[in-house]
Nanobody, 125 residues
Framework: QVQLVESGGGLVQPGGSLRLSCAAS????????MGWFRQAPGKEREFVVG????????YYADSVKGRFTASRDNAKNTMYLQMNSLKPEDTAIYYC??????????????????WGQGTQVTVSS
């Protein structure tokens, strides 16, 4: 059974940085497309970034482009999200997700078969 565990969330001031991690187990990590989504109170879950399994190409939501950087370390079965220049509107629960599907629609939550439990990120002064 594939399990995803996020860590690294917390409270940070506007303009600050956080680094999230997503540790995977129960499968061959390099075979997964990976993604980060987030959900703010009262809002729907939204796409943040996707990383292709084959090419490692990353795809970012416009709202985080230039501020967030996603990466993966297949040797450590871990994906990371470096978040810089954080804004109050980045406040949300952040979820990592994994997909084995051959057709990878990186921005679509339904593409992903496995989800973590989420980690809270709060940006506030």
């Amino acid at each position: 059974q594939v399990q995803l565990v996020e860590s690294g969330g917390g409270l940070v001031q506007p303009g600050g940085s956080l680094r999230l991690s997503c540790a995977a187990s129960g499968g061959t990590f390099s075979s997964f497309h990976m993604g980060w989504f987030r959900q703010a109170p009262g809002k729907e879950r939204e796409f943040v970034v996707g990383i292709s399994r084959n090419t490692g190409v990353t795809y970012y939501a416009d709202s985080v482009k230039g501020r967030f950087t996603a990466s993966r370390d297949n040797a450590k079965n871990t994906m990371y999200l470096q978040m810089n220049s954080l804004k109050p509107e980045d406040t949300a629960i952040y979820y990592c997700a994994a997909s084995r599907r051959n057709t990878y629609t990186y921005y679509y939550a339904g593409t992903y078969e496995y989800w973590g439990q989420g980690t809270q990120v709060t940006v506030s002064s």
